[in-house]
């Protein structure tokens, strides 16, 4: 079986979906896409990433269940800007995501939709936008992987925040992991509810380590 190559189908879906915008490839605008699209890649491999990579958003596009180019657009952007701990990471996101837009030549209401469906991820709080809660769901699909996967990406996200001690990491997860089993859904579309019993089992674990 061909190895899947994620920075090739990342690429792939991102062109699709401009063209879904009726966004024509010139050649001076594939020259601008392909600087643009290795600004997207050096960001999401900066050193101090372990889980927000770009193999997460890779996962996230695959589990998307919608085709709506925006929704694809706010997948590639919306970790894009990660600084562990900070409550601005998604805005800042949103932000690079407009000026990258701009430059490719979307329309202004377009840009608007992308952002504001980045920035529903920081809260994971669907907003009443077409392919919302698709985003959402994908984003939080983790949260119900089998166990190795799951296990792995809590080593990487604790692998982001070298400067906590355990006890200080674990104290901290442990009411993460609260704040998201209080909550009445975790998954929001139909087509995933499955997914919320094995997430609340695999949360549970993290509110006793």
């Not at 101090?48 to 695959?62: A, D």
């Amino acid at each position: 079986m061909k190895k899947i190559n994620p920075i090739n189908e990342i690429s792939k879906a991102y062109a699709f979906a401009l063209r879904d915008l009726n966004i024509k490839m010139t050649e001076s605008l594939k020259s601008n896409f392909t600087s643009i699209f290795e600004n997207v890649i050096n960001r999401y491999s900066e050193p101090h990433r372990m889980f927000h990579t770009i193999e997460h958003i890779y996962n996230v596009i695959k589990n998307l269940k919608t085709c709506k180019p925006e929704v694809i657009i706010a997948a590639i952007y919306h970790d894009i800007i990660y600084v562990p701990g900070s409550s601005q990471n998604e805005y800042c996101s949103s932000q690079l995501a407009a000026k990258h837009l701009a430059m490719i030549g979307l329309k202004f209401n377009t840009i608007m939709t992308v952002s504001k469906h980045i920035l529903a991820t920081e809260q994971h709080i669907p907003v009443d936008l077409i392919g919302n809660e698709e985003l959402i769901d994908a984003d939080m699909s983790i949260l119900a992987a089998k166990k190795p996967a799951f296990n792995k990406y809590c080593y990487d996200i604790r692998m982001e925040y070298p400067h906590l001690s355990d006890s200080e990491f674990k104290a901290q997860r442990s009411r993460w992991a609260l704040e998201q089993l209080g909550r009445l859904k975790i998954f929001h579309s139909k087509k995933n509810y499955k997914l919320e019993a094995i997430a609340r089992k695999n949360l549970r674990t993290l509110t006793s380590i």
